[in-house]
């Protein structure tokens, strides 16, 4: 258990820390808002953190799997996965913004939804992604 004192400190250090963002992240350079904006027009959903603005591909491309064949089991479909790209911006002290692309990829869960994939895309997913 946490001492009254101690919980104390700790509430003043995490509201301290609260405001403690950088200063270009509440008034970035146009060319740091341009690029946000411009990822947004593009699907992607933009947060902002303490140091950077960590910008996610809102809709998941699906990448299937080929399935495994046996002549014991047939053929058995494997797991497909998600795959989004993250966008990490930072901006250097003359407004310049530096940006950082990084993949992220997770097992499907779920058939996606959206105007992105055709009836036959989705009947694809169906018979070739093992969803649980």
Same mark, same amino acid.
């Not at 963002?21 to 740091?32: E, Y």
């Not at 497909?80 to 993949?103: K, L, M, N, S």
């Given at each position: ?34 690029? $946000? ?38 053929? $058995? ?8 790209? $993250? ?46």
């Amino acid at each position: 258990m946490v001492r009254k004192p101690a919980a104390g400190l700790l509430l003043v250090a995490v509201a301290s820390l609260s405001g403690c963002t950088s200063a270009w992240i509440n008034d970035p350079s146009p060319s740091t808002a341009d690029l $946000v904006n411009d990822l947004k027009l593009e699907g992607f959903t933009c947060k902002a953190g303490f140091t950077t603005i960590v910008c996610r591909q809102t809709e998941a491309y699906v990448e299937k799997a080929a399935k495994i064949c046996s002549s014991e089991k047939g053929c $058995v479909p494997q797991p497909c996965h998600d795959v989004r790209i $993250v966008y990490e911006i930072t901006q250097a002290r003359d407004g310049i913004p530096g940006i950082t692309q990084t993949t992220e990829r997770t097992e499907t869960r779920k058939i996606p939804k959206g105007d992105i994939y055709s009836d036959a895309r989705i009947a694809e997913l169906k018979e070739y992604c093992a969803i649980k």
